[in-house]
């Protein structure tokens, strides 16, 4: 169904994951992100999130703070640990703001730190910034451009 979606196909092949335990979020991400032309992926916590990340590779991953079983930090961490997996971006959201909250996120392997609720367009910016520019088979999205 839609492989061969013609609209934004450079963009088409970016699979974003968005972990959070709120579904209000989730659906929030899902419908900006889709609007942006991504491929979107959800999951409700860290293990949903897990088994979703080994099964579709995603290429960017926004991971919640707070969250039951398994918690962001955590989360973060065992992503970061696996060889397969450590060179994706990793996005924190929380609807806390604090300086320990940023610093705590950066030592477990997160890339950046956003903070609940946002807007359709800072969220499409973070995933422009961090979504990875080498080519997996289309030959128009290698631009040269260092993470």
């Known amino acids: 169904m839609g492989a061969d979606t ?7 092949s970016t699979r974003v994951l968005v972990i959070d335990d ?9 419908i ?3 609007q942006g032309g991504y491929e979107v992926l959800l999951a409700e ?3 949903d999130a897990l088994a979703k ?13 707070l969250m039951p079983r398994l918690d962001g930090y955590q989360t973060c961490a065992i992503i970061k640990r696996n060889p397969r ?10 609807s806390k703001d604090g300086l320990f909250d940023k610093a705590r996120g950066r030592m477990v392997g997160s890339q950046e730190y956003l903070t609940k609720p946002f807007t359709k367009e800072q969220l499409l910016r973070v995933v422009q910034q961090f979504r ?4 997996g088979g289309d030959a128009s999205a290698a631009p040269a451009t260092a993470l």
């Open 85 to 94: 997996f450590a060179h994706v971006p990793v996005i924190m959201l929380s």
């Open 22 to 30: 709120s579904n209000t979020i989730r659906r929030s991400a899902e």
């Open 132 to 135: 990875p520019v080498q080519g």
């Open 53 to 65: 990340i080994n099964d579709h590779s995603p290429a960017l991953i926004f991971c919640d703070i």
């Open 6 to 12: 013609p609209a934004a196909p450079a963009v088409a």
């Open 32 to 34: 900006f992100l889709k």
């Open 45 to 47: 916590d860290g293990f």
